[in-house]
């Protein structure tokens, strides 16, 4: 006579509650770290458009032989009076009015950068590239600025994006004059 033992196979309550706990302690350490590296990636992306965007914008300046405008954007069709953070674009500015006329095409444009702020005290609502390669803004003396890219982790974690005398970006950690960014806030 065969006898049938009929075996059920599973977790006991125990092994479930170690694993969660196990689960729960990696997880707890791994978002941080995501989440640092989401910040960097969105700065970094930031960052790199916003200097590939002077770049050309100085570069068809020089080539066109025509003033070139680099003004935030937030619908990526003509200059607003609204924080870089929202988007940017870059136009030949022909009658040099820091407005998209006819006949003037926007040649880039980016969109908003969320969770992110740039800010910049001499680049606050434009930049123009003149023929020669060299940005300038309202003071027609004044050709060099700093734009301050900050996340919400602050300063510390800020870059500058620098336009030096010869209208050329660079990146830094700190300010054209040597100080350290401030981010609003």
């Known amino acids: 006579m065969r ?30 770290g995501f989440q640092a590296t989401m910040n960097n990636n969105r700065r970094t992306t930031a960052v790199n458009e916003l200097f590939n965007t002077m770049q050309s914008a100085r570069s068809e300046a020089i080539t066109r032989n025509a003033q070139v405008t680099v003004c935030p954007s937030s619908n990526g069709l003509n200059c607003e009076a609204v924080g870089w953070e929202k988007g940017w674009i870059y136009f030949p500015d022909t009658n040099r009015n820091r407005t998209v006329d006819a006949g003037e095409l926007v040649l880039g444009a980016s969109e908003e950068r969320k969770r992110l702020t740039v800010t910049s005290a001499e680049f606050g609502g434009f930049l123009a590239y ?7 803004v309202n003071v027609a003396a004044q050709n060099t600025g700093n734009l301050v890219i900050c996340d919400p982790r602050g300063a510390d974690e800020a870059r500058v ?6 209208g050329q970006p660079r990146v830094a950690d700190h300010m054209l004059n040597g100080a350290a960014p401030a981010c609003p806030g």
């Open 3 to 32: 006898t049938s033992i009929n075996r059920q196979q599973g977790f006991t309550l125990t092994e479930l509650l170690t694993a969660m706990a196990v689960m729960a302690i990696t997880v707890s350490v791994a978002i941080p």
């Open 130 to 136: 003149r023929p020669n390669g060299r940005a300038m």
């Open 161 to 166: 994006l620098i336009i030096d005398a010869s």
